[in-house]
């Protein structure tokens, strides 16, 4: 496809987000909701669904939920109504889901969303991503297909209740990137508020992406929900050979047929699930087992007094009170844990905060990632992290001795703090006497005679061969900025 | 979101439903109809949507919906985690279940 050709076209995407709720408890029985535990061990007659059992809402995920509609700008329904949806499905035992259909629990909110622009650190785009409405829902169990026979499946009933929020987003997106943004800030969002744990792997956050194309001014183009998205970079690779297909279609003057597709990560494709005829048909009708849910206003006004600082205003005072740049300020809020080991750092007098978040995501993430180590470890070792940064930067380490103390304590066996003072204190103290440098740069290039020749003839590139020698010969331990200096002075 | 068939809308003048109608509705609830039974469902079925042609037919102009006989707010529980049931019982009283899960014909994905 050329770019003349895609250019005709435009994308439009609309997100449905499911969010496990942090509760204690499933949404309408006390069974527990944690994860991992024996198969079918958190259960009881009404998450199972025997009949004459009655559900009981917890008044924790309608908080939960409530908190989350009012953090995306929604208005909380004095009054909603649970509705059953039904279908046929061994991991559904009742038969039918406890959902919400007209109406839900919050409705109109919307993400304004920054997209990055021409440079990272001026975020330039902007898009006001709407949000349809959020409703409350329990989940279904957990389905092992093949498993005590090819012919049968197995079913674990422990997931079967636990609390749900679905956040159905407008069609306002129109790239793979701006999804994928979407998706990054809800979950942000879900994060700082304690709603999720965000995982996406584990499934308790999951995405359905609807995806049509059209040309710019004309009726929307027919739609086709992609299905089975766990991580960003699925739903970026998704949405990216979804849009493709569908251009590929209509290019050749063939037409989209409204259907749910599967993505395959490992296929790398969109596979057709079900048509639009074979679609289900859920006859939801309000549950007479659960009278409408009433919501105080005062309470709601309770709970707003009780949000805390979101990403969005967290990002912009990372920036104008502490200097973080829009790219460090972004990864930092993207993650709880990594918010709680900057400012850990910062507390434990990181110099420069600014330096102290850039180092933290680039070069302590990079020892990270090379070691076993988890990401706790960098929280309970931020101070002696900021103080390695501090003394690095003020020219103390240099760079090979920066990277020798981060190999070295991360990969030590002691708890990660401990095993960088170790580290510290070994890598001794950079070079920076003026009179053994300049004793060094004139051995140096006593033995070079040829190519301080070279350089002085115009081949000035030779500098960074001259600054490569001298520390060699001082194993990497010298005042970088100082050798610079001198060897100037020296060819100069 | 909830999609009325057209058909069921208005039932049949005589009172019967579309035989269609009728083997779609038994699908949906999973039931296996003889096909004598699929015809006399054909005038029950149609019967009982008549019924309701009946209350279609009043002026509700202005009236809420009713969601609930009564009006009572929803109970809220606090989130506090109780024992449930014992699982070798729940299971024991499966058609088939091994190693802790319940065992069904297999479903695909």
Redesign the interface.
Known sequence: MSASEAARWQAVIGLEVHAQLR???KIF????TSFGA????????VC?GLPGALP???????QLAVRTGLAVGCTIAPRS?FARK?Y???DLPKGYQISQ?E?PVCLDGHLDLELPGATTDSPTLQRHARIQRIHLEEDAGK???????????????NRAGTPLIEIVGHPDLRSADEAVAYLKELRAILLCLGVCDGNMEEGSLRCDANVSVHRPGEPLGTRCEIKNVNSFKSLRDAIAYEIDRQVGLLNDGQRVVQQTRLWSQERGRTEAMRSKEEAH??????D?D?????IDPGEVEILRLGLPELPAARRARLRAEQGVTAQAAAWLVEEPERLRAFQAGVQGGAGEPAAWATFLMTQAIAALTRSSRAFAEVTTAARELARICDKWRTGGLSNRMLNDVLTQGFAGEEPLFAALQTALTGVGEVVSDTAALEATVDQVLAGLGPQVEKYRSGQVQLFGFFVGQVMRVLDGKGDAQAVNAILRRRLG | MTQTDPRLAAPLEHGALDADVVRRTAQLARLALQPDEAHRYQADLGRILGYFQDLQDLDTTGVPPMVHPTDAAMPLREDEVRPGVDPQTILGQAPRAETGLFLVPRVVG
């Open positions: 509760t204690s408890t029985c006390s069974c527990p024996a198969p079918n061990t958190h259960v009881c007659p199972l009981v809402l917890n008044r924790a995920a309608v109504v039904n046929f499905y061994p259909a109406l389905s092992i297909h093949g498993e005590g026979g090819a012919q049968t499946s197995a079913i674990d009933l048909d859920y006859r939801y009708f309000p007479p659960l009278p409408a849910l009433v």
